[in-house]
């Protein structure tokens, strides 16, 4: 399958900074980008939806201004988690899909701690 | 209603044994259906599509129901190798989007 990949595996951070995950797709270009979320036991959480060159699309309760999202090219797409509070800790996985199928492709996630 | 519905297991079953997990969805309109594994603190990887015609893999099968609104994934000679969780996902035309299932934990003991 496609290769996404995806920086950094894990971060910790203190309170009230801001944190940007890399999410790359190394051997398609990834129209449609995805950012999801996933709780301990939890099933995965859709964030927000990024085509290339566009605004994102949020999800309902997603806050926009919290959770910036850049996709400014077919290879890469960014999330950053602004003024990050402990709550914000969680598994945050991209995933990519390229202009032809249905099938996404996951990077590996990362695991964000917030103290 | 949820749009995916899985029974959340866990499936415990001992190696060798074939296993079969079902899944629901809500939307009739939806088009495409796959099933995805998930290893503990991993990220979901693609297991397999699902076709109406129903499709295997090896030591898999996916079949899809539109009438009832189910996919199922059948497993057989069940490896340690196959303890996972099994995530089915639906993709919305409309929504643009996967929606996934709450997945289905499968532990095969030796």
């Known amino acids: 399958g496609a290769v996404v990949s995806q920086h950094p595996s894990r971060v910790i951070c203190k309170s009230g900074t801001s944190v940007k995950i890399e999410c790359r797709s190394l051997?398609?270009?990834?129209?449609?980008m995805f950012w999801y979320r996933q709780f301990p036991k939890k099933s995965l959480m859709l964030m927000a939806t990024?085509?290339?060159?566009?605004?994102?699309?949020?999800e309902q309760g997603v806050e926009k201004d919290k959770f910036l999202i850049n996709h400014a090219s077919l290879t890469l797409s960014t999330l950053t988690v602004t003024s990050a509070h402990p709550e914000d800790s969680s598994f945050y996985i991209c995933?990519?899909?390229?202009?032809?199928?249905?099938?996404?492709?996951f990077g590996p996630g990362t695991r964000l701690t917030v103290t | 209603r949820k749009e995916v519905e899985q029974d959340p297991g866990p499936f415990n079953v001992p190696e060798g044994a074939t296993v079969a997990f079902n899944c629901t969805y809500s939307n009739s309109a939806s088009q495409s259906f796959f099933w995805y594994r998930q290893d503990c603190r991993k990220e979901p990887k693609l297991l397999m599509s699902?076709?109406?015609s129903g499709n295997e893999d090896g030591r898999f099968t996916a079949q899809l129901n539109r009438a009832s609104q189910y996919i199922s994934l059948l497993i057989r000679d069940s490896k340690l190798s196959d303890s996972a969780t099994y995530l089915c996902v639906v993709f919305n035309n409309a929504g643009n989007m996967l929606t996934f299932g709450g997945g289905t934990r499968l532990m095969v003991k030796p």
């Open positions: 995933s990519a899909r390229g202009a032809l199928g249905y099938e996404q492709y």
């Open positions: 699902v076709y109406s």
């Open positions: 051997d398609f270009q990834a129209t449609t």
């Open positions: 990024s085509n290339e060159g566009s605004k994102a699309t949020y």
